[in-house]
């Protein structure tokens, strides 16, 4: 029988990986009608219509008990849809919602990377320390030792996987 991971279940339904372990100790305890799955002496939620329902009931219930007053709402200008596609968008709002985070795939579109090359530029023109120049100086200091074991080859291909231009 198929299952769910919990994770998988945590993204799907946008809650918590604790509230779908809660979910999966109320069933083991006889509180919820869930079907579990046992694999490798683990529980986890069998991938039935039954429990579909049941799921999407315990996660739309969790969200009536958020505390709405931690919460700000943000509305995002029209640019942003002008910006990004209904696809992008949504993985946008995914992202954000289960990890908080925008993902980085997104993060030099529009200028994004003029904005790291200006941001780059002042790191390195600091009189203080800090991780570009430290990454610089580190590279500067392998060097020789990267051409050395290099020098048996005809061809090398590099590629800057990196934000920017390269040019730093």
């Known amino acids: 029988m198929k299952y769910f991971k919990n994770t998988e279940l945590a993204k ?3 809650v918590s990986e604790k509230s779908v372990r809660n979910w999966i100790d ?4 006889g509180k919820l ?7 490798n002496g683990k529980d986890y939620i069998a991938n039935t219509t039954k429990n579909a329902v049941l799921v999407t009931e ?3 219930k969790g969200r009536k008990y958020k505390n709405s007053r931690g919460v700000k709402k943000l509305h ?4 942003f849809y002008e910006l990004y ?7 946008i709002i995914s992202n954000l919602t289960v990890h908080h985070e925008s993902p980085l795939q997104y993060t030099y579109v529009d200028g994004g990377a003029d904005d790291w090359n200006k ?4 790191l390195l023109n600091e009189p203080a320390p800090n991780m570009l120049k430290r990454s610089i100086e580190l590279i500067d200091a392998v060097a ?3 051409d050395k074991l290099l020098e048996k080859y005809d061809k090398i291909n590099v590629i800057d996987l990196g934000p920017g231009a390269g040019d730093l």
Do not use: H
């Not at 995002?76 to 640019?79: G, L, S, T």
């Open 85 to 91: 596609n209904e696809r992008q968008i949504i993985d």
């Open 119 to 122: 941001y780059a530029s002042r």
């Open 26 to 29: 109320a069933a083991q305890g």
């Open 58 to 60: 315990l996660a739309n």
């Open 144 to 146: 020789a030792s990267v």
């Open 33 to 39: 009608d869930l079907q579990l799955q046992t694999v």
């Open 12 to 14: 799907l339904y946008n």
């Open 76 to 79: 995002p200008k029209k640019a």
